[in-house]
Protein backbone atom coordinates (compact mmCIF):
# COMPACT_ATOMS: atom_id res chain seq x y z
CA UNK A 1 0.00 0.00 0.00
CA UNK A 2 1.45 3.36 -0.80
CA UNK A 3 0.95 6.55 1.84
CA UNK A 4 -2.78 7.31 1.05
CA UNK A 5 -3.96 3.74 1.62
CA UNK A 6 -3.68 2.89 -2.35
CA UNK A 7 -2.45 -0.19 -3.47
CA UNK A 8 0.31 0.23 -6.58
CA UNK A 9 -2.05 -1.68 -8.92
CA UNK A 10 -4.46 1.46 -8.56
CA UNK A 11 -2.27 3.97 -10.34
CA UNK A 12 -2.42 1.76 -13.54
CA UNK A 13 -5.09 3.66 -15.41
CA UNK A 14 -3.48 6.71 -14.42
CA UNK A 15 0.13 5.59 -16.11
CA UNK A 16 -2.24 4.77 -18.77
CA UNK A 17 -3.41 8.05 -19.19
CA UNK A 18 0.00 9.51 -19.01
CA UNK A 19 0.90 7.62 -21.37
CA UNK A 20 -1.99 8.96 -24.15
CA UNK A 21 -1.08 12.22 -22.39
CA UNK A 22 2.53 11.69 -23.90
CA UNK A 23 1.08 10.30 -27.19
CA UNK A 24 -0.76 13.39 -28.03
CA UNK A 25 2.35 15.37 -27.24
CA UNK A 26 4.75 13.44 -29.27
CA UNK A 27 2.33 14.16 -32.15
CA UNK A 28 2.54 17.82 -32.02
CA UNK A 29 6.66 18.40 -31.31
CA UNK A 30 8.21 15.72 -33.74
CA UNK A 31 6.13 17.35 -36.63
CA UNK A 32 7.36 20.48 -35.16
CA UNK A 33 11.12 19.86 -34.42
CA UNK A 34 13.48 21.22 -37.06
CA UNK A 35 10.15 23.00 -39.02
CA UNK A 36 11.34 25.91 -40.73
CA UNK A 37 8.31 27.90 -39.40
CA UNK A 38 8.53 27.20 -36.37
CA UNK A 39 7.53 30.20 -34.10
CA UNK A 40 9.93 31.18 -31.11
CA UNK A 41 9.32 34.16 -28.53
CA UNK A 42 10.87 34.65 -25.59
CA UNK A 43 8.79 34.89 -22.01
CA UNK A 44 9.40 37.34 -18.82
CA UNK A 45 12.18 35.25 -17.26
CA UNK A 46 14.13 35.56 -20.78
CA UNK A 47 13.97 31.80 -21.81
CA UNK A 48 12.56 30.70 -25.31
CA UNK A 49 9.07 29.28 -25.86
CA UNK A 50 8.02 27.88 -28.92
CA UNK A 51 4.42 27.14 -30.57
CA UNK A 52 5.40 23.54 -29.99
CA UNK A 53 5.49 24.41 -25.87
CA UNK A 54 2.49 25.55 -26.06
CA UNK A 55 0.65 23.49 -28.09
CA UNK A 56 1.56 20.11 -27.03
CA UNK A 57 0.60 21.76 -23.35
CA UNK A 58 -2.66 23.00 -24.41
CA UNK A 59 -3.27 19.26 -25.87
CA UNK A 60 -2.19 17.69 -22.41
CA UNK A 61 -4.33 19.95 -20.63
CA UNK A 62 -7.53 19.40 -23.30
CA UNK A 63 -7.07 15.33 -22.52
CA UNK A 64 -7.15 16.11 -18.48
CA UNK A 65 -10.36 18.10 -18.61
CA UNK A 66 -11.88 15.38 -20.42
CA UNK A 67 -10.86 12.53 -18.65
CA UNK A 68 -9.91 13.62 -14.98
CA UNK A 69 -12.05 16.66 -14.49
CA UNK A 70 -11.30 16.78 -10.79
CA UNK A 71 -7.66 17.02 -10.83
CA UNK A 72 -5.87 20.06 -10.73
CA UNK A 73 -3.00 20.91 -13.33
CA UNK A 74 0.64 22.66 -12.93
CA UNK A 75 1.96 23.19 -16.29
CA UNK A 76 4.94 25.50 -17.05
CA UNK A 77 3.39 27.61 -20.15
CA UNK A 78 -0.21 28.09 -18.71
CA UNK A 79 0.11 27.85 -15.33
CA UNK A 80 -1.99 26.38 -12.11
CA UNK A 81 -5.47 25.40 -11.84
CA UNK A 82 -6.61 23.16 -9.09
CA UNK A 83 -3.45 23.77 -7.60
CA UNK A 84 -5.31 22.76 -4.03
CA UNK A 85 -7.26 19.78 -4.97
CA UNK A 86 -5.73 16.26 -3.78
CA UNK A 87 -4.50 15.04 -6.89
CA UNK A 88 -2.92 17.27 -9.98
CA UNK A 89 -0.79 16.49 -13.15
CA UNK A 90 2.49 18.76 -13.67
CA UNK A 91 2.94 19.62 -17.15
CA UNK A 92 6.71 20.18 -19.18
CA UNK A 93 5.20 19.98 -22.53
CA UNK A 94 9.18 20.27 -23.54
CA UNK A 95 12.13 20.11 -21.11
CA UNK A 96 14.74 21.32 -23.31
CA UNK A 97 13.39 23.56 -25.62
CA UNK A 98 16.76 25.08 -25.81
CA UNK A 99 18.11 22.10 -27.59
CA UNK A 100 14.46 21.51 -29.40
CA UNK A 101 14.68 24.73 -31.28
CA UNK A 102 18.35 24.71 -31.83
CA UNK A 103 17.96 20.70 -33.93
CA UNK A 104 19.24 19.22 -30.82
CA UNK A 105 17.23 15.60 -29.69
CA UNK A 106 17.73 15.89 -26.17
CA UNK A 107 14.61 17.31 -25.58
CA UNK A 108 11.23 15.77 -23.60
CA UNK A 109 7.53 15.93 -22.81
CA UNK A 110 7.36 15.48 -18.62
CA UNK A 111 4.35 14.38 -17.01
CA UNK A 112 3.80 13.74 -13.59
CA UNK A 113 0.56 13.07 -11.36
CA UNK A 114 0.97 14.13 -7.64
CA UNK A 115 -1.12 13.45 -4.63
CA UNK A 116 -1.65 15.28 -1.34
CA UNK A 117 -0.62 12.28 1.62
CA UNK A 118 -3.22 11.93 4.62
CA UNK A 119 0.04 13.65 6.85
CA UNK A 120 -0.16 16.81 4.95
CA UNK A 121 3.07 15.48 2.39
CA UNK A 122 2.79 15.26 -1.37
CA UNK A 123 4.59 12.16 -3.56
CA UNK A 124 4.40 11.90 -7.18
CA UNK A 125 2.72 8.45 -8.28
CA UNK A 126 2.72 8.52 -12.05
CA UNK A 127 5.52 9.58 -14.24
CA UNK A 128 6.36 9.45 -17.92
CA UNK A 129 9.62 11.24 -20.25
CA UNK A 130 8.99 10.77 -23.62
CA UNK A 131 11.38 11.81 -25.73
CA UNK A 132 10.45 10.66 -29.55
CA UNK A 133 13.26 12.29 -30.92
CA UNK A 134 15.78 9.49 -28.78
CA UNK A 135 13.12 7.12 -29.94
CA UNK A 136 12.97 6.37 -25.97
CA UNK A 137 9.81 6.78 -22.84
CA UNK A 138 10.59 6.38 -19.65
CA UNK A 139 7.83 5.10 -17.35
CA UNK A 140 6.73 4.57 -13.78
CA UNK A 141 3.93 4.34 -10.83
CA UNK A 142 4.41 4.09 -7.48
CA UNK A 143 5.31 1.04 -5.94
CA UNK A 144 5.52 -0.59 -9.75
CA UNK A 145 9.00 0.07 -10.81
CA UNK A 146 10.56 2.14 -13.15
CA UNK A 147 10.84 0.94 -17.17
CA UNK A 148 12.22 2.71 -20.40
CA UNK A 149 10.52 1.51 -23.89
CA UNK A 150 12.84 1.60 -27.04
CA UNK A 151 11.65 2.71 -30.48
CA UNK A 152 7.80 1.73 -29.33
CA UNK A 153 8.81 -1.85 -28.66
CA UNK A 154 11.30 -3.07 -26.50
CA UNK A 155 10.10 -2.39 -22.75
CA UNK A 156 12.82 -3.40 -19.52
CA UNK A 157 13.19 -2.79 -16.50
CA UNK A 158 15.62 0.02 -15.43
CA UNK A 159 18.35 -0.09 -12.23
CA UNK A 160 20.68 2.21 -10.61
CA UNK A 161 24.16 1.12 -10.55
CA UNK A 162 25.30 0.12 -7.37
CA UNK A 163 28.70 1.57 -7.75
CA UNK A 164 29.92 2.68 -4.46
CA UNK A 165 32.70 4.86 -5.24
CA UNK A 166 33.32 8.29 -6.44
CA UNK A 167 36.45 7.62 -7.76
CA UNK A 168 34.02 4.71 -9.98
CA UNK A 169 31.32 7.11 -10.65
CA UNK A 170 30.56 9.07 -13.54
CA UNK A 171 28.49 12.19 -13.08
CA UNK A 172 26.38 15.08 -15.09
CA UNK A 173 25.43 18.09 -14.88
CA UNK A 174 23.65 21.36 -16.24
CA UNK A 175 25.73 23.66 -16.81
CA UNK A 176 28.07 25.85 -14.58
CA UNK A 177 25.82 28.65 -14.21
CA UNK A 178 23.25 28.77 -11.02
CA UNK A 179 25.32 27.25 -8.89
CA UNK A 180 26.56 30.51 -6.35
CA UNK A 181 28.34 29.71 -3.19
CA UNK A 182 28.50 26.31 -4.07
CA UNK A 183 30.14 26.54 -7.20
CA UNK A 184 33.38 25.66 -5.87
CA UNK A 185 32.32 22.39 -3.73
CA UNK A 186 30.54 21.20 -6.53
CA UNK A 187 33.47 21.51 -9.39
CA UNK A 188 35.26 19.60 -6.45
CA UNK A 189 32.64 16.97 -6.76
CA UNK A 190 33.46 16.61 -9.95
CA UNK A 191 36.57 16.49 -10.17
CA UNK A 192 36.87 13.44 -7.69
CA UNK A 193 34.86 11.52 -10.12
CA UNK A 194 35.77 9.08 -12.59
CA UNK A 195 34.14 11.13 -15.61
CA UNK A 196 31.73 13.50 -15.88
CA UNK A 197 30.05 15.42 -18.51
CA UNK A 198 27.26 17.91 -19.39
CA UNK A 199 24.78 15.67 -20.95
CA UNK A 200 22.05 17.96 -19.00
CA UNK A 201 18.42 18.56 -18.43
CA UNK A 202 16.05 15.21 -17.87
CA UNK A 203 18.51 12.91 -19.98
CA UNK A 204 21.07 13.07 -17.17
CA UNK A 205 18.51 11.58 -14.97
CA UNK A 206 17.32 9.30 -17.05
CA UNK A 207 20.70 7.96 -17.56
CA UNK A 208 21.35 7.65 -13.42
CA UNK A 209 18.13 5.65 -13.53
CA UNK A 210 19.05 3.43 -16.40
CA UNK A 211 22.61 2.42 -13.99
CA UNK A 212 24.69 4.50 -16.72
CA UNK A 213 25.24 7.15 -14.73
CA UNK A 214 26.07 7.53 -10.91
CA UNK A 215 24.42 11.25 -9.86
CA UNK A 216 22.93 13.83 -12.13
CA UNK A 217 22.93 17.32 -10.65
CA UNK A 218 21.06 20.94 -11.59
CA UNK A 219 20.83 23.91 -9.60
CA UNK A 220 18.06 25.73 -10.73
CA UNK A 221 15.02 23.72 -11.03
CA UNK A 222 10.81 24.50 -11.32
CA UNK A 223 8.42 21.34 -10.00
CA UNK A 224 7.66 21.15 -13.89
CA UNK A 225 11.49 20.21 -14.33
CA UNK A 226 11.63 17.38 -11.88
CA UNK A 227 8.48 15.69 -10.84
CA UNK A 228 8.38 12.98 -12.96
CA UNK A 229 12.05 12.60 -12.94
CA UNK A 230 11.72 11.91 -8.80
CA UNK A 231 9.64 9.00 -9.40
CA UNK A 232 11.49 7.38 -12.36
CA UNK A 233 14.90 7.75 -10.01
CA UNK A 234 13.28 6.52 -6.86
CA UNK A 235 11.40 3.57 -8.16
CA UNK A 236 14.89 2.53 -10.22
CA UNK A 237 16.10 2.32 -6.73
CA UNK A 238 17.95 5.80 -6.97
CA UNK A 239 17.80 8.97 -4.51
CA UNK A 240 16.04 12.12 -6.05
CA UNK A 241 16.63 14.91 -3.78
CA UNK A 242 17.41 19.06 -3.58
CA UNK A 243 21.28 19.63 -3.11
CA UNK A 244 20.30 20.07 0.67
CA UNK A 245 19.23 16.24 0.42
CA UNK A 246 15.91 16.94 1.04
CA UNK A 247 13.99 14.47 -0.81
CA UNK A 248 11.14 14.95 -3.60
CA UNK A 249 10.70 18.03 -6.47
CA UNK A 250 9.93 20.83 -4.25
CA UNK A 251 13.42 21.88 -3.25
CA UNK A 252 14.13 24.35 -6.46
CA UNK A 253 16.82 22.07 -7.75
CA UNK A 254 17.90 18.16 -8.53
CA UNK A 255 20.34 15.70 -7.44
CA UNK A 256 19.78 11.89 -8.66
CA UNK A 257 21.86 9.52 -7.68
CA UNK A 258 22.06 5.75 -7.11
CA UNK A 259 21.50 4.16 -3.73
CA UNK A 260 25.06 3.99 -2.60
CA UNK A 261 26.90 7.49 -3.45
CA UNK A 262 23.84 10.32 -2.51
CA UNK A 263 25.09 11.34 1.27
CA UNK A 264 28.61 11.44 -0.50
CA UNK A 265 27.22 13.72 -2.92
CA UNK A 266 25.06 16.19 -0.82
CA UNK A 267 27.92 16.06 1.91
CA UNK A 268 30.82 17.13 -1.24
CA UNK A 269 27.65 20.02 -2.31
CA UNK A 270 27.68 21.00 1.60
CA UNK A 271 31.55 21.25 2.20
Do not use: C
Not at 80 to 99: A, F, H, M, S
Request: charged share 20%; glycine share 10%; proline share 4%.
Amino acid sequence: MSSNGKSPLSYGEDLTLAHRLADAADSITLKRYQALDLTITTKPDNTPVTDADKSSEQAIRALLHAHRPDDGIVGEEFGNEGLEKERYWVIDPIDGTKNFLRGVPTWATLIALIERTPDGGQRTVVSVVSAPALFRRWSAHLGGGAFVTINHEDTKRIHVSGIEKIEDASISYSDFEGWGEMLQPFQSLLSSAWRTRGYGDFWSHMLVAEGALEAALEPELALWDMAALDLIVTEAGGIFSNTAGLPGPHGGNGVSTNAALHAHVIAALKA
